[in-house]
């Protein structure tokens, strides 16, 4: 047995190198991470071109990021891993309402509105009664919750991708229940999009044969005190890429109904409870 | 069994995605990559706000590339990477020299030298002789070959990193062997160095307790027509990092014997065959 670094011994050999007061929490992911990183070459006999390719998309992935990009969220979501570590972080019994992906489009310090209130302010789109409850798991109704919602808008972008052509807080709302935990508002029937895709991300989702797009929702966060956090969508049941979400977000729990409503004020109707668990 | 992303079913859902015109060989690394960095995420139980520190961490290491500095490579380097792929795709029987790292000073088109001639310009540093032969596996020498050699200077630099200090092709050549295959240079006895530690590799090492030096060596890359080209160092054996170069590429048989000269024109004696076997 060498002493030195050999294929034969070198998931030891670096994970040896830790020193003895590295934090108990960073030498588990580090030795975790160098034991897959090695597996991962040795299963392939990953050859020096591609690592040659693999350092290069690395490079060009971090150079795209920017204050308005964030391509390694992007590899992240289009992996499947973001979704994991949000399914991991965030287990909840059966009949709680699930967690999926924030996304990037989510602001801070929405305006705070009324209840009936419209969302949509440009007065694109076919129009959407989005209401329910929010209840615990016992269906009791939560007084106070607050539902801070977003969507894109008919042309498939969120305002803050389009400053100066939506107005502003498009589609974005803060909501405070009352005793009863009932919400409604009006926004739009939201519409599939695709993820950014002119950067390094995009080129692997095209050697991969998969497209971009993530299937039509409308984006939750719902939060109580006493109550764990959800951050979610729900789902647009008929979309064409329902079963193909790029970033993996769907769950059979989230897929909504939008009912068509004939002679009412708005074109949809989408009832949806969300039942929280205690924190 | 949902027909969307889960907890259990990650894995196959990521690689389930890919379409059926996928190039086999991408398709066979990225299911292997995927594999393992959904493993990856379920062992560790990797929580939200691991994910954002490792998002933020690749993303500086991104950024801190540029025309000068590889910063990926290094993080490849120091966690074993690139010297597990160089060892899986330089497999070579018992008695041919092994490979190592190249690392990033090389460079191409070095002067050509006579053999006997002195490669260190700047008049620094313990003036040692470099010398041995270029043999086949049976030991008969190989006429031809190109020894192309490199190293730092005595104050741990190559000449790239001090261009207008030291002088241009400092501590660099190349050499030719005749028909008995030996070769013979006056250079320095290199020493240790530390990586580039001032990014986020180096705080990285600075998290694990590791250090970021190298142990003294000469680089060198030996060619001829019908063989495998070499890429290799011979290393100090008496160099404190000797056991922990920080990016792993001491072998024990590149290990090379520095003696003290007396009374000679220079200070040691390094004597070292590189053995090659057919392409």
Redesign the interface.
Known sequence: M??????HN??D??NG???????PR?????T???K?????????????A??DYG?GF??????M?SQER?E??LL?DT???????????N?RPTGATENTVLGPFHVDNAPARQMGDTISLDGKGESCLFEGAVIDIHGQPIEGAKIDVWSDNADGFYDVQQPGIQPKWNNRGIFVTGKDGRYSFIGIKPVSYPIPNDGPVGKMLG????HPYRPAHMHYIVSAPGYQTIVTHTFVGDDTYL???AV?????TLVAPFEKVSGGKTLWHSPFNFTMIAA
């Open positions: 060498s002493r030195y670094f050999t294929e070198s998931e050999a670096v190198r830790m020193g003895p007061s590295t934090d960073l030498e588990e992911v580090m975790c991470l160098v897959h990183l090695h597996a991962f070459a040795k299963e392939t006999q990953l050859t020096q591609e690592w350092i690395l490079t060009q992935v971090g150079q990021c964030q390694f969220i992240s992996l499947g891993f973001s979704m994991l570590v949000d399914a991991i972080n287990r050697h991969l044969g998969r079963t193909s979400d993996f977000g769907v769950k059979d």
